[in-house]
């Protein structure tokens, strides 16, 4: 009787837990475009105890339309916050990270982006997850697949900052996005010669550099009223972040922010 009673407490307790994450479906597959999941009570069978999973982060792709058909300021419009996001974490210049991200995945539009999520052209390399073959250097070669497009910005990261080939460009100015752009070829991220002039194209054409420097487009007299902020034009919630000394998702919890998209004159708390 005592266990029939604990099997009908854990069923009540699963039945009423909840979960903000804002979900859309593809397949029989969700992908999570929230920031912070409520967790799930899990009952573990041996103790009866029910314990409690760690929350899941995820930035949010900028989803908001734009007044253009220009497909590579559509991919930056959506992908700027995830770049700076990655920025703040590895040290990579969001600019670098968006220019390869537009030549690798064709502005999101490239075959292998749209079936993986695949925005860098990321091969297994031993990779324990799903795989998709794609014609590349070779016919039928693997790649890695991807749940979020949020996850193919997360490794490439996580590719360039633990192999210790590129170690070299985490020593330069973060300013400097054509040494990046060289380095990156020299390191053999790419075999194409002209890569690194594409990238350097690339982020000068879309002023891309303006996101290795979100400082810049706060302006100083902004106004402030305690523990709030009231964004202004050109903000991100990666400047404001770093303004008061916040990470991305510690702004989006104070504020209960499932998206990355923010309007002028809106408060938000900041302590």
């Known amino acids: 009787m005592k266990k029939i009673l604990i099997l009908i407490s ?9 979960s903000r994450v804002i979900t859309s479906k593809k397949g029989d ?26 929350p899941v982060i995820i ?5 908001t339309q734009i007044n253009t058909t220009d497909k590579v300021a559509i991919y930056i419009h959506k992908y700027k916050a995830i770049a700076q996001y990655e920025m703040q974490k590895s040290g990579i210049p969001a600019s670098i990270t968006l220019a390869q991200g537009i030549l690798e995945s064709g502005a999101g539009n490239g075959d292998l982006t749209k079936r993986a999520n695949n925005h ?3 091969k297994c390399h031993n990779w324990p997850g799903e795989k998709v073959y794609h014609d590349d250097d070779k016919k039928g070669e693997c790649f890695r697949k991807y749940n979020h497009p ?14 210790g080939r590129y170690a070299s460009l985490f020593q330069l100015n973060k300013k400097d996005y054509k040494g990046w752009a060289k380095g ?10 002209k890569y690194p002039s594409k990238l350097i194209s690339l982020i000068e054409r879309y002023n891309l550099n303006d996101y290795d420097e979100v400082e810049k487009n706060i302006n100083s007299t902004v106004a402030i009223t305690p523990n709030k902020y009231t964004i202004q034009k050109g903000d991100t919630l990666y400047s404001i972040a770093k303004k008061f000394d916040l990470s991305i998702s510690d702004l989006m919890n104070l504020n209960n922010l499932t998206s990355s998209a923010l309007n002028t004159g809106q408060q938000l708390i900041v302590k």
């Open 184 to 193: 990156l070829r020299k390191a053999g991220y790419a075999t194409d010669p």
């Open 10 to 18: 854990a069923m009540l307790i699963l039945s009423c837990s909840s």
């Open 150 to 163: 949020s996850e193919s910005f997360k490794d490439h990261s996580n590719f360039l900052t633990s192999r």
């Open 59 to 63: 930035p949010e792709v900028n989803e």
């Open 120 to 122: 860098f052209g990321i």
């Open 29 to 54: 597959k969700k992908y999570k475009k929230g920031v912070v999941k409520t967790t799930v009570p899990v009952i573990t069978q041996n103790t009866n105890e029910i314990t409690i999973s760690t």
